[in-house]
């Protein structure tokens, strides 16, 4: 079964840094969603990636998605506080199925 | 803007009792699922349902749950006999079709607290 890895599981960074969330995971897939989970709260969509080479961006986040290396990345530029939350990945399951599977998530805390 | 919706926010019950969590799906979509969150800990898979059936289930997903669309709006995820491991935030999700870009649309979830 699909298994999905995120690195790092914590992320403590200073405004106006740059840094990378990294999602690895372990068999083909054909789309991969990022999420955003702010504390007690639900799921937002952020970007969904649909093929090998995509990239997407928004705002300060700016997703891509390479299929043959089996791995995504969140790449945030310039952090805000605003961006404190934690960030899922989550690849779809063999094609033709219906289930996604949720990385570990990465907690960022963006210091002021 | 058109949104999952649950009930109830928290539940709180009994080791044993029978729990339903409630979600209404965003209108047009056709692709219903539950996931759950264990505090602290990642997203996980219970089951996705479509045209009234159970399209594929989780190991989770055993013989104390089961779901329901019981007409045009809603759709449940009934625990029949709820054990402490059980407590957690349960998500609804709706997808339009899978076969387009098949995003997921959560709802704010439901936590449920098993005493």
């Known amino acids: 079964e699909l298994k999905v890895e995120q690195n790092p599981l914590f992320l403590s960074m200073q405004e106006g840094k740059n840094y990378t969330i990294y999602c690895n995971y372990s068999t083909t897939s054909d789309r991969l969603y990022w999420y955003r989970q702010d504390p007690g709260k639900s799921l937002e969509s952020l970007f969904v990636?649909?093929?090998?080479?995509a990239v997407k961006q928004e705002g300060r986040l700016m997703a891509s998605l390479d299929t043959k290396a089996r791995l995504s990345t969140l790449h945030i530029t310039a952090a805000v506080h605003d961006l404190s939350a934690t960030y899922f990945c989550a690849p779809r399951g063999t094609p033709g199925t219906y289930k996604y599977i949720f990385g570990t998530g990465t907690r960022l805390k963006v210091l002021a | 803007e058109p949104e999952v919706t649950q009930t109830p926010s928290h539940q709180v019950t009994q080791m044993g009792q029978e729990v339903i969590l409630r979600c209404v799906p965003i209108?047009?979509?056709?692709?219903f699922y539950w996931y759950r969150q264990i505090l602290g800990q990642k997203v996980e898979f219970l089951v996705s349902?479509?045209?009234?059936?159970?399209?594929?289930k989780s190991e989770i997903f055993d013989d104390q749950f089961s779901v329901e669309r019981p007409d045009g709006s809603n759709f449940t995820l009934k625990i029949r006999s709820t054990k402490l491991e059980d407590s957690a935030m349960y998500f609804c999700?709706?997808?339009?079709?899978?076969?387009?870009?098949?995003?997921?649309?959560f709802g704010e979830g439901s936590r449920l607290t098993v005493l």
């Open positions: 999700a709706s997808s339009k079709t899978p076969v387009n870009t098949g995003e997921l649309f």
């Open positions: 349902f479509y045209n009234n059936e159970i399209s594929e």
């Open positions: 209108s047009n979509h056709l692709y």
């Open positions: 990636l649909l093929s090998n080479g």
